[in-house]
């Protein structure tokens, strides 16, 4: 299994950007998903998170400006970013906590910097 995260970069504050995970090696079904970021010197956290269900649950800190959200056809996971802040500046991986057999996947981090 494999999680590929793509589409950070550098942007304005008050700009947006949309996070893709493409997940290859293994079939795509309804799996929770997760994102977290990680920012210079703090601890990684979760972000926003998308259960088999559909249910979708955020940070405070993002809570009405991150949209978590799945494609089951597109084999990928997004999270659409707006009016994003200085402190959103971090390194995001997207995550499975189980697809089939595979536990606690983890894809290589895309930076995402926001300007002041």
């Known amino acids: 299994v494999q999680l590929q995260a793509s589409g950070g970069g550098l942007v304005q504050a008050g700009g947006s950007l949309r996070l893709s995970c493409a997940v290859s090696g293994t079939v795509f079904k309804a799996n929770d998903m997760d994102w977290f970021r990680q920012a210079p010197g703090r601890e990684r956290e979760l972000v926003a998170a998308i259960s088999g269900d559909g249910t979708t649950k955020y940070a405070d800190s993002v809570q009405g400006r991150f949209t978590i959200s799945r494609d089951l056809g597109k084999n990928a996971v997004y999270l659409q970013m707006s009016s994003l802040k200085p402190e959103d500046t971090a390194v995001y991986y997207c995550?499975?906590?189980?697809?089939?057999?595979?536990?606690?996947?983890w894809g290589r981090g895309t930076l995402v910097t926001v300007s002041s």
């Open positions: 995550h499975a906590p189980q697809i089939g057999r595979h536990l606690d996947q």
